[in-house]
C-alpha cells in the first residue's frame, strides 16, 4: 500500500503543486481587487473574498480533478492491471488530504488577507473559518462526488452528461425559486408551504441528524460509484 501511495503522489505531484498555485493565484487577485477599490472606498469594510474563493477553488479542484482521473488514470491503470480497490482507495485519500489541505491554507489566509486591507486601509467585515471537521467533510465529499460523476460518464458517456448537465441547470434555478419560497412573506400557494414545512422541520432537527444524513450520503455515494467501477471494462 505504502508503495501505491508513493506511485500516486508521484503520478500526481505536478498536479498537486497546479492546486496550490491556481488557489493561491485567485487569493492574490481577488486582494489586488479588493485594494483597488479600497483605493476608492478608505476605510470600507470589505468581506474575506479572498480566503472564501481559496476555499471554494479548492473544493472545485478536488471535484474536477476526481472526475479526469476516472476517465484518465484509472482507465490506464486498470489496462496495466492494477488492483482495482487499491487504485481507487489510495487516489480518493491523496485527494481527500490534498483538498483538505488546501482548504486549511485557505483558512490561514484570512491573515494575509487582513495584513493586507490594513496595508490598504481597510476593515475587515467578517471572518470566515471552517473548522478542521467540517473541513475535512468537504474534503471527502468532492472526492466521492468526483469519483461518482467520473464513474458515472466512463460507464455511461453522452447520457451521463446529459443527466448530469440538465440536473445541475434545474438544481440551479429551483435553488432560487426555494429561497423566494422561504424569504417572500405572505407567499401561500402549495410550493411555499411545501418548502416552508420542510425547512422548518430541518431547522429543528438536532446537528447529530444531519452529520448523519450527509455519512449516510457520502455512504450511498461511494457503494454506487465502487459498484460502477468493480466491474467497468477498460476503455481505449
Known amino acids: 500500500m505504502?508503495?501505491?501511495?508513493?506511485?500516486?503522489?508521484?503520478?500526481?505531484?505536478?498536479?498537486?503543486?497546479?492546486?496550490?498555485?491556481?488557489?493561491?493565484?485567485?487569493?492574490?487577485?481577488?486582494?489586488?481587487?479588493?485594494?483597488?477599490?479600497?483605493?476608492?472606498?478608505?476605510?470600507?469594510?470589505?468581506?474575506?473574498?479572498s480566503s472564501i474563493l481559496f476555499v471554494a477553488g479548492s473544493a472545485l479542484?478536488?471535484?474536477?480533478?476526481?472526475?479526469?482521473?476516472?476517465?484518465?488514470q484509472f482507465n490506464m491503470a486498470i489496462k496495466m492491471g492494477a488492483v482495482r480497490w487499491q487504485y481507487v482507495l489510495v487516489f480518493a485519500l491523496l485527494n481527500i488530504t490534498q483538498t483538505f489541505v488546501l482548504i486549511m491554507l485557505g483558512n490561514a489566509w484570512q491573515?494575509?488577507?487582513k495584513g493586507l486591507l490594513q496595508i490598504a486601509g481597510g476593515q475587515p467585515m467578517f471572518t470566515f473559518t471552517l473548522s478542521p471537521l467540517w473541513a475535512i467533510a468537504l474534503a471527502i465529499l468532492v472526492t466521492l462526488f468526483g469519483l461518482w460523476i467520473g464513474a458515472l460518464l466512463m460507464r455511461y458517456g453522452k447520457a451521463a452528461f446529459w443527466v448530469l448537465w440538465a440536473f445541475w441547470v434545474f438544481s440551479?434555478?429551483?435553488?432560487?425559486?426555494i429561497a423566494n419560497a422561504i424569504t417572500e412573506p405572505g407567499r401561500t400557494d402549495i410550493f411555499a408551504r411545501i418548502v416552508k414545512s420542510i425547512a422548518a422541520f430541518?431547522?429543528?432537527?438536532?446537528?447529530?441528524?444531519?452529520?448523519?444524513?450527509?455519512?449516510l450520503l457520502m455512504a450511498a455515494i461511494a457503494g454506487h460509484a465502487w459498484f460502477i467501477l468493480r466491474k467497468i471494462p477498460a476503455q481505449d
Open 202 to 215: 430541518v431547522t429543528v432537527l438536532p446537528v447529530s441528524a444531519l452529520w448523519l444524513g450527509g455519512v
Open 2 to 49: 505504502l508503495k501505491e501511495i508513493k506511485r500516486h503522489f508521484y503520478i500526481n505531484r505536478k498536479d498537486y503543486a497546479t492546486s496550490l498555485m491556481l488557489a493561491i493565484g485567485i487569493a492574490l487577485l481577488a486582494d489586488l481587487i479588493v485594494m483597488i477599490v479600497l483605493q476608492f472606498q478608505p476605510g470600507a469594510f470589505m468581506p474575506p473574498i
Open 61 to 72: 479542484y478536488g471535484l474536477i480533478f476526481a472526475m479526469g482521473a476516472i476517465g484518465g
Open 172 to 177: 440551479g434555478a429551483g435553488s432560487g425559486a
Open 111 to 113: 491573515f494575509v488577507n
